[in-house]
């Protein structure tokens, strides 16, 4: 298992085959005490989805210092998961990470879950519940100055996160002095599948959108 003081964040394909999101959980990590990380099967199913001018996975993986990780060769201990995301469960599993990212939580068993000591988390709700404020401000205002067609500043950007992430502009509004834009999607019926709190990292029979009761209290009183 990862030291629990940088959890390892496992990202699925469906997370690392979208730039926006893949940069932001990738820039935020060292402000926010996690570390990203993935296999050479999951960038593989990636890098199929992967459009003409996006950069290749391999080349992102390279330009933050990232070595592959071979997969697992052992996929099949994890009969509540569905067939098609095992490997990755499994995957995650070899490295040790607490959390798998991605956009399909229900694809994961919670038995399988459990038996595996991680959880699975929508981005959505793990950059509102894991990321710090300023680490989502520092990590918006780096990737807008890398964009240049077009150019946008870090509050346009800010801006436009609403569209895809309303959890994490809504828990980091005061990063920036500015409206985000309404959700263009529902947000998935099952966001959060596991016993691993976010904050505190430790094992909790109940959780409430992936924060153990004493994380939530303590939230509740920081806001008070």
Sequence with gaps: MSDQSSPLVFLDANILAKPVTRTLLMFAAPGSGYSVIWSTYVENEAERHRRGRQASLAAARQSAGMEPYPSSDIVDDYPATRVSDRQVLADAVKVG????????????????????????????????????????????????????????????????????????????????????????????????????????????????????DACLAAERKSES
């Design 97 to 212: 990470a607490l959390f798998i990212i991605t956009e399909d939580v229900d694809d994961f068993g919670e038995p399988d879950l459990a038996h595996a000591g991680m959880s699975a988390v929508n981005p959505d709700l793990f950059l509102a519940g894991r990321v710090t404020t300023v680490a989502f401000r520092d990590a918006v205002a780096r990737m807008a100055t890398a964009m240049k067609n077009p150019p946008r500043t870090p509050e346009q950007l800010f801006m436009q996160l609403g569209r895809q992430h309303p959890r994490a502009v809504t828990a980091h509004r005061a990063a920036f002095d500015i409206s985000p834009m309404a959700p263009t999607h529902h947000s998935p019926a099952v966001l959060f599948r596991g016993h691993r709190c976010l904050r505190c990292l430790r094992i909790a029979e109940h959780l409430s959108f992936g924060q153990c």
